[in-house]
């Protein structure tokens, strides 16, 4: 009979089965420093763990999970905070399906200057671009930080405007 430990670690490793990629980089958009960054993670699965048990379904799971990880982000943030960058979201590599080395380095670069410019956005709005960076949509967006779905839909245009323009003119930083 499977006892209520091995059931969450189940339910756990089914989770990070499908959600691991994405909380990687949610802990990117958090931490700069890569010894923080695994402690980050770190902290981010055992907070999931603990908290699987208390998942009673009032929302979707995903949504769930954003929240956890975002909390558990945001208090190893405050923990650690030192006169440092916020936030520091590097760049994630992904395998290109074309052998066109010229335009990788070009897409690298476009990328790179763009999550530079992320990075320079205040918290809240960075927490906004990460998560919908990740494919929430605003209700979502909403649960997991408490702000309208409306709210969400108006500042996400507005900064997607903030970072067009900056993108354009060929800044490197949020300010």
């Given at each position: 009979m499977p006892t209520k430990a091995s059931e969450?670690?189940?339910?756990?490793?089914e989770v990070v089965s499908e959600y691991g990629p994405a909380l990687d980089r949610l802990a990117r958009g958090y931490e700069a420093d890569p010894d923080l960054r695994r402690d980050l993670r770190q902290e981010i699965h055992t907070a999931l763990w603990r908290s699987l048990p208390r998942f009673k379904g009032r929302c979707s799971l995903r949504t769930w999970i954003y929240r956890v990880a975002h909390n558990a982000a945001a208090a190893h943030v405050v923990k650690h905070r030192s006169g440092r960058s916020f936030v520091e979201l590097q760049q994630i590599e992904h395998a290109s399906g074309e052998d066109d080395p010229e335009r990788n380095v070009v897409e690298r670069d476009a990328r790179q200057r763009l999550l530079s410019l992320v990075r320079g956005l205040k918290p809240a709005d960075r927490l906004l671009t990460l998560l919908y960076l990740e494919d929430l949509d605003a209700a979502d967006i909403g649960e997991v930080t408490g702000l309208s779905p409306a709210a969400i839909a108006v500042k996400i245009h507005r900064i997607k405007a903030v970072l067009?323009?900056?993108?354009q003119?060929?800044?490197n930083d949020g300010r």
């Open positions: 969450q670690d189940r339910w756990y490793l067009a323009k900056r993108f003119q060929g800044g």
